[in-house]
């Protein structure tokens, strides 16, 4: 939905994933398995030869693998680090060089950067470092006039949410209803318009959040009744599907 937005809006795009997406026709597609850096840095040569300047760079893939700690298997650990958190890096740090004055990067992380969740530890750990390198870049990029953004989505109605919750997800995925693939894209849209900025959706998702940074202990009380909200959510959800 980010790209029919983009492309809808006059921009000119390229796209990397190991596959072209639906909108391929309408946009340039260079295959790249995000999760090795081998390949990230290939696809990265392939930008810079051209020599085009990347005036909007925006990092939206993510995985999940959820599951305790105690039974984490080392290749999951790893893919949700590198797609969640190493690829943005090194894409950004190649990258950088093309983006001019006045140019935007973006970056769509994850309400669980601020919100722990347990049985998705490593997920959480990818998404808190995001923000933070989100938050540094902001720094060294801001002399350079490169502003930098992050959208915070709760859960979106994705194959990734439904895969999630096939292998055993949170069910505080449902507190409130997951948002449409076409509200992020709207956000992003947004963000582009008015940009530098934290972006929660919902707005009051991000205020909890923010909140449970400063009191750890407010989550453990509210969790409770988190848990009973998101297994409502969930029901209705599974009803729906039916």
């Not at 051209?50 to 999940?64: E, K, N």
């Not at 915070?152 to 109605?157: M, R, S």
Request: hydrophobic share 50%.
């Amino acid at each position: 939905m980010i790209l029919i937005a983009l492309i809808r809006e006059g921009f000119d795009t390229v796209t990397l994933s190991r596959t072209a997406p639906a909108q391929a026709g309408q946009s340039r597609h260079i295959a790249c398995d995000l999760s090795n850096a081998e390949d990230l840095a290939r696809a990265a040569h392939i930008l810079v030869a051209d020599g085009r300047p990347v005036s909007v760079l925006i990092h939206c893939a993510g995985v999940i693998a959820p599951g305790p700690v105690s039974a984490m298997q080392p290749a999951d650990v790893q893919r949700q680090i590198a797609i969640n958190l190493t690829a943005p890096v090194l894409l950004t740090s190649q990258l950088l060089p093309l983006i001019p004055r006045g140019g935007h990067i973006v970056f769509i992380n994850s309400l669980a950067a601020v919100i722990p969740l347990a049985n998705s530890a490593v997920y959480v750990a990818s998404k808190a470092a995001l923000r933070s390198f989100a938050l540094s870049l902001t720094l060294e990029t801001k002399p350079s006039g490169i502003a930098v953004s992050s959208i915070f989505p709760g859960a979106v109605d994705t194959a990734m949410l439904r895969d999630e919750m096939a292998r055993g997800g949170s069910v505080l995925n449902f507190v409130s209803p997951p948002a449409k693939p076409e509200t992020i894209a709207a956000a992003v849209m947004k963000a582009l318009r008015h940009p530098g900025q934290e972006r929660f959706e919902p707005a009051i998702d991000g205020l909890f959040g923010r909140l449970c940074m400063m009191f750890p202990g407010l989550l453990r009380l509210a969790l409770p009744v988190l848990t009973w909200f998101g297994r409502r959510g969930s029901d209705r959800a599974k009803c729906r599907q039916r």
